[in-house]
């Protein structure tokens, strides 16, 4: 796999979060820096703010980074609790490289003072677009073969971090993604996401159906958009059927189970007279079948 050759589906698909990583890269620094890049540049932000900073720590600084973490960790964890936090950290120190999501706040006082009717949400909107960079270089590095995990041990290190790598102090640490090569058998323990049913978390508001007109023209299929703008689509498929409107065929993607009632006399109308159509249709084309 590649960021430049395999599909989004697949590399959202491989994308995981792997924790026994070594420091075997399966790609050189030079490929690793086109990858962020490419974050830099064509990753959205919002208004264009692009307000996203990422430092970018391989080998010894990587190791220094979490040697920092270690540290204060070290100095607030109770002794009799440090063993595993010892060793999770241990496990991110054994990685190839970490990148910190920073956001700078610079950008997004300009769009406060500037849009002032939407000062309130930028902020937010900066969240977002960090948010968008550390998902799309953790799918990307995933596609060149890296293992990837997420953390967010902010704020303990960023003071000292700041001061080792000279980073502003005004930039805010949103995140920490560590990666590394993978060691044998690493995703071989994971189990399938769970998942909430997709119907719950994704309301479908459009649904494009065919509707058969008998009396027309014979033979002809005429496909119409139904949109209506909150009700979700099995819903709105129960609703025309109590009314009769309509004889519908929702297609298949949709996951909905056919739906068949009578026809009314508007459709002997039609084509091409779509003013004849209720006003939740809106008529798109017809094609032979």
Not at 151 to 169: E, G, S
Not at 209 to 218: F, I, P, W
Not at 253 to 274: D, T, Y
């Amino acid at each position: 796999m590649s960021h430049t050759s395999t599909t989004l589906k697949d590399a959202a698909v491989h994308r995981r979060t792997i924790y026994q990583l070594n420091k075997k890269a399966p790609v050189d620094d030079k490929q690793i820096e086109e990858v962020f890049r490419l974050a830099i540049k064509e990753v959205p932000s919002s208004f264009n703010s692009q307000s996203a900073r990422i430092v970018v720590l391989l080998k010894d600084d990587h190791d220094a980074f979490w040697d920092i973490v270690r540290d204060i960790l070290k100095a607030h964890v109770p002794e009799d609790k440090w063993e595993h936090t010892g060793q999770r950290i241990e496990g991110f120190r054994k990685a190839y490289g970490t990148a910190l999501f920073y956001e700078d706040p610079a950008p997004i006082k300009t769009l406060q003072t500037n849009l002032p009717a939407y000062a309130d949400k930028f902020p937010q909107w900066s969240e977002h677009t960090s948010a968008m960079h550390q998902y799309f270089l953790w799918t990307a590095l995933e596609a060149e073969g890296f293992g990837c995990n997420l953390q967010h041990y902010n704020p303990l290190p960023d003071q000292k971090a700041a001061a080792k790598w000279n980073i502003p102090l005004e930039w805010s640490l949103k995140a920490q993604l560590v990666f590394g090569g993978e060691e044998e058998g690493a995703r071989a323990g994971l189990q399938e996401r769970s998942e909430q049913p997709i119907g719950d978390r994704l309301p479908l508001y459009t649904v494009i159906v065919t509707v058969l007109v008998a009396s027309a023209e014979e033979g002809v299929t005429v496909t119409v958009l139904v949109a209506v703008a909150a009700v979700p689509a099995k819903a709105l498929c129960d609703t025309l059927r109590a009314r009769s409107v309509a004889s519908l065929i929702v297609r298949p993607p949709l996951g909905i189970e056919n739906v068949s009632v009578q026809l009314p006399s508007w459709q002997e109308k039609v084509p091409p007279a779509q003013g004849q159509m209720p006003e939740y249709f809106s008529f798109l084309g017809r094609q032979q079948g």
